[in-house]
């Protein structure tokens, strides 16, 4: 009688190199910020409560000379500070997600659902997986860019990166085909309640107008993510060993080959209780997506997509390793060692936070607003335009929430742009451009290194690949704001 071989541990455990790489940088910016505290004076705006949003109030920024900077030794404690700070809940959402998702995808693995229901997919679209390709891109780029849906998504990642290795590619094509135009289509907004919807209500502009422009602009982002993407694909077939993460994706293709060996390579057909855990799974999946597209264009509503995602891949995963004929203390042997491997992770993220809440606690966010808002105030149309774009590049570093740089920046950003002689429009617009590209560069962006943490890839060889692509993103960002000035975007 022979047994079927279980990982020890799941794929998504985090490569120790790498976390010592992403723990280094981080701490670094953990010393930097803290080291601006010293060096930055403390301000702050007076602030309002508008619709119940808290908005600041243009030209009340004053010096706080009385404000003292948080000692040196809390730079070191903020990874559990940010656990008791106003707006925890944020941090312990992503820590509570991380560990139901690993947890959940380990039982996923350990009980061959997911390599049966990969094997599926492969012998289904193999012969046109560059068509899969261009269709999951465009999936991905269009629900963040028309409902603004971004954390939701994170979670398919733990599909989309086994089903390319399987397709014959790397990590790389994988976080390509899901994490990369989740944030590009979050970046080309047509109608991202949480960009463009949040920032055009505070500029008072009529909601989502102006999208003559940001249609093109997507489809030009589309054209640009499925070129880089698809290239390297194609490179990466015709010899494995030029991936850059070649090494490092051996071992995980070897364990999904082993746990392959329980569905034929083809098959379309899976066995009874992998077809209904594969049922049971893809039902509270679906049902989770049901809500996040009806609930996406509410601000309040929405923020539960979140926590609500985490709670169904719980759930989804638990009964399909159940339904699978796994036995219980197999199921809860899976899901205790998926949510430990996703330990290193949680605390790369809650460095991440770390950053702004050490700035928040030296209260040096709004002095950086104030002295951003000079540098725009100075200058005229085009060079307008370009300043609030890297204004909100430089905030996007220490706030990553759209909607809270929204609230925070455009009560500022829409009166400078009248002055200067820019449209409000076209603020808009560069506002639009700094939030999202960077996403994918910031080691302080906590759903990047979420999304980094479900595969082998670190963070330097991450920006690494990514670099020239957002070099491109930048001169066409750029080609299109200049576009905006020399029209008028408007309505005003």
Same mark, same amino acid.
């Given at each position: 009688?022979?047994?079927?071989?279980?990982?020890?541990?799941?794929?998504?455990?985090?490569?120790?190199?790498?976390?010592?790489?992403?723990?280094?940088?981080?701490?670094?910016?953990?010393?930097?910020? &803290?080291?601006?505290?010293?060096?930055?004076?403390? &301000?702050?705006?007076?602030?309002?409560? =508008? +619709?119940?949003?808290?908005?600041?109030?243009?030209? %009340?920024?004053?010096?706080?000379?009385?404000?003292?900077?948080? *000692?040196?030794?809390?730079?070191?404690?903020? *990874?559990?500070? =940010?656990?008791?700070?106003?707006?925890?809940?944020?941090?312990?959402?992503?820590?509570?997600?991380?560990?139901?998702?690993?947890?959940?995808?380990?039982? @996923?693995?350990?009980?061959?659902?997911?390599?049966?229901?990969?094997?599926?997919?492969?012998?289904?679209?193999?012969?046109?997986?560059?068509?899969?390709?261009?269709?999951?891109?465009?999936?991905?780029?269009?629900?963040?860019?028309?409902?603004?849906?971004?954390?939701?998504?994170?979670?398919?990642?733990?599909?989309?990166?086994?089903?390319?290795?399987?397709?014959?590619?790397?990590?790389?094509?994988?976080?390509?085909?899901?994490?990369?135009? @989740?944030?590009?289509?979050?970046?080309?907004?047509?109608?991202?309640?949480?960009?463009?919807?949040?920032?055009?209500?505070?500029?008072?502009?009529?909601?989502?107008?102006?999208?003559?422009?940001?249609?093109?602009?997507?489809?030009?982002?589309?054209?640009?993510?499925? #070129?880089?993407?698809?290239?390297?694909?194609?490179?990466?077939?015709? +010899?494995?060993?030029?991936?850059?993460?070649?090494?490092?994706?051996?071992?995980?293709?070897?364990?999904?080959?082993?746990?392959?060996?329980?569905?034929?390579?083809?098959?379309?057909?899976?066995?009874?209780?992998?077809?209904?855990?594969?049922?049971?799974?893809?039902?509270?999946?679906?049902?989770?997506?049901?809500?996040?597209?009806?609930?996406?264009? +509410?601000?309040? #509503?929405?923020? @539960?997509?979140?926590?609500?995602?985490?709670?169904?891949?719980?759930?989804?995963?638990?009964?399909?390793?159940?339904?699978?004929?796994?036995?219980?203390?197999?199921?809860?042997?899976?899901?205790?060692?998926?949510?430990?491997?996703?330990?290193?992770?949680?605390?790369?993220?809650?460095?991440?936070?770390?950053?702004?809440?050490?700035?928040?606690?030296?209260?040096?966010?709004?002095?950086?607003?104030?002295?951003?808002?000079?540098?725009?105030?100075?200058?005229?149309?085009?060079?307008?335009?370009?300043?609030?774009?890297?204004?909100?590049?430089?905030?996007?570093?220490?706030?990553?929430?759209?909607?809270?740089?929204?609230?925070?920046?455009?009560?500022?950003?829409?009166?400078?742009?009248?002055?200067?002689?820019?449209?409000?429009?076209?603020?808009?617009?560069?506002?639009?451009? &700094?939030?999202?590209?960077?996403?994918?560069?910031?080691?302080? +962006?906590?759903?990047?290194?979420?999304?980094?943490?479900?595969?082998?890839?670190?963070?330097?060889?991450?920006?690494?690949?990514?670099?020239?692509?957002?070099? %491109?993103?930048?001169?066409?960002?750029?080609?299109? #704001?200049?576009?905006?000035?020399?029209?008028?975007?408007?309505?005003?």
């Amino acid at each position: 009688m022979t047994t079927r071989h279980t990982p020890p541990q799941s794929s998504l455990r985090i490569g120790r190199g790498a976390f010592l790489l992403a723990f280094g940088i981080l701490l670094g910016l953990m010393l930097l910020s &803290g080291v601006l505290t010293r060096v930055v004076p403390a &301000g702050s705006f007076e602030r309002e409560l =508008v +619709n119940g949003r808290e908005m600041v109030i243009p030209g %009340s920024y004053q010096l706080a000379p009385e404000h003292q900077a948080p *000692p040196v030794w809390r730079w070191f404690t903020a *990874p559990v500070e =940010v656990l008791f700070a106003p707006g925890a809940v944020v941090a312990i959402t992503i820590i509570v997600f991380l560990i139901f998702v690993g947890g959940s995808f380990a039982v @996923l693995e350990r009980s061959g659902v997911l390599q049966a229901v990969l094997n599926r997919l492969v012998g289904r679209f193999y012969q046109r997986r560059y068509l899969l390709m261009a269709i999951i891109i465009f999936f991905f780029m269009a629900v963040a860019s028309v409902l603004g849906i971004y954390e939701a998504m994170v979670p398919l990642i733990v599909f989309i990166v086994p089903l390319a290795l399987k397709l014959g590619w790397d990590s790389l094509t994988g976080l390509g085909m899901s994490l990369l135009p @989740l944030a590009f289509g979050f970046a080309a907004a047509v109608s991202n309640p949480f960009t463009i919807g949040v920032a055009q209500r505070i500029a008072e502009l009529p909601l989502f107008s102006g999208a003559w422009l940001r249609i093109p602009f997507f489809l030009l982002t589309y054209g640009a993510v499925l #070129l880089f993407v698809r290239r390297h694909a194609r490179r990466v077939e015709a +010899n494995p060993e030029r991936s850059p993460v070649y090494r490092q994706d051996t071992r995980r293709r070897e364990l999904l080959e082993r746990e392959a060996a329980a569905v034929p390579h083809g098959s379309q057909e899976l066995p009874a209780p992998m077809y209904r855990a594969a049922r049971w799974f893809g039902g509270c999946i679906a049902l989770a997506f049901v809500f996040i597209f009806i609930t996406a264009r +509410n601000p309040v #509503l929405s923020d @539960l997509a979140f926590p609500l995602m985490a709670l169904l891949f719980l759930v989804g995963g638990i009964g399909a390793g159940i339904l699978s004929g796994m036995p219980h203390r197999r199921v809860a042997a899976g899901f205790l060692g998926g949510a430990a491997s996703m330990l290193p992770a949680v605390l790369l993220i809650l460095m991440s936070l770390s950053v702004r809440h050490i700035v928040d606690a030296g209260g040096i966010t709004d002095t950086i607003l104030e002295t951003a808002a000079g540098l725009i105030a100075g200058s005229t149309t085009f060079g307008a335009a370009f300043f609030v774009y890297l204004v909100t590049l430089g905030m996007n570093f220490f706030i990553g929430s759209a909607s809270a740089k929204a609230f925070l920046m455009m009560p500022i950003l829409a009166p400078l742009a009248d002055l200067v002689g820019i449209t409000r429009q076209t603020a808009v617009l560069a506002f639009g451009f &700094g939030d999202g590209f960077s996403n994918m560069l910031y080691p302080s +962006n906590a759903l990047l290194l979420i999304g980094l943490g479900f595969t082998v890839v670190s963070y330097p060889r991450w920006v690494r690949w990514t670099i020239l692509l957002q070099g %491109s993103m930048f001169a066409i960002s750029m080609l299109f #704001l200049w576009i905006a000035v020399q029209t008028g975007y408007g309505p005003f």
